[in-house]
């Protein structure tokens, strides 16, 4: 299981990212999770009502069904939720938390920006930070290659959750055109890239505010030498 904390129990809620959107129907481009059920869900709660209260009983934004089947699609393993954000007039925090992910489902591709591809939404989620402890991809999850786009995010992908243990399994990963908030950050996201032991992907962090350390060569090698694309200021050589 790579994508819940299993400490918080199946149908416990667990933290996804934070959002700073204002839309009133606030979605994923694409967020495809194979296999939800009636019990996977999705809430959004202001940070500081969290803070406060440390619940979700009445979540700030409330509490929708990862695929509630009366949605833009039939398709089961596509999320068909939205959320009214228009209250959020300054672009506050919004904390995102899943909650009743089956034994065994794994996303397989999570896409945060319009990507004008078929089957997405032209939706901006306006990420702020991700956690990839809870949300990560599985290898080759329905017989198809994984794949997360983080790119463009309007108020700036800040922090990615990601530790020099961190394994990333997708093969695309764009990060491109965003604000990260600290070097290590690109570091880890490198190195987190390399863990996951895939070959011929595509790895794309350009423009993103920050430039790697030597603390990822290693890693940047390790992922040429396995046929990935990597766009981006290579890490120097130490």
Do not use: C
Request: proline share 3%.
């Amino acid at each position: 299981m790579r994508i819940i904390d299993r400490k918080r129990g199946q149908h416990g809620w667990n933290f996804l990212g934070y959002t700073r959107s204002n839309s009133s129907a606030w979605g994923f481009d694409r967020f495809r999770l194979f296999h939800p059920n009636g019990n996977t869900k999705i809430a959004l709660v202001d940070y500081i009502s969290y803070i406060s209260n440390q619940n979700l009983i009445n979540p700030t934004y409330g509490i929708q069904k990862f695929h509630s089947g009366g949605g833009w699609t039939t398709d089961s393993f596509e999320h068909d939720f939205t959320f009214d954000l228009s209250g959020n007039v300054n672009n506050d925090l919004i904390m995102i938390f899943i909650s009743g992910i089956p034994d065994g489902a794994e996303f397989q591709q999570i896409y945060a920006s319009p990507t004008g591809f078929s089957k997405t939404r032209g939706k901006n989620a306006d990420l702020y930070s991700w956690d990839f402890k809870n949300g990560n991809t599985g290898i080759n999850v329905g017989g198809f290659e994984t794949s997360i786009r983080m790119d463009s995010q309007t108020t700036g992908l800040r922090g990615l959750g990601l530790d020099e243990n961190t394994k990333l399994y997708a093969t695309t990963l764009k990060f491109d055109d965003n604000d990260l908030s600290d070097f290590y950050e690109l570091d880890y996201l490198i190195i987190a890239a390399d863990n996951g032991g895939q070959s011929n992907g595509n790895l794309n962090y350009s423009n993103i505010g920050q430039i790697p350390s030597n603390a990822s060569r290693a890693a940047y090698d390790s992922l040429i030498s396995r046929g990935w694309t990597i766009t981006g200021t290579p890490p120097p050589i130490s």
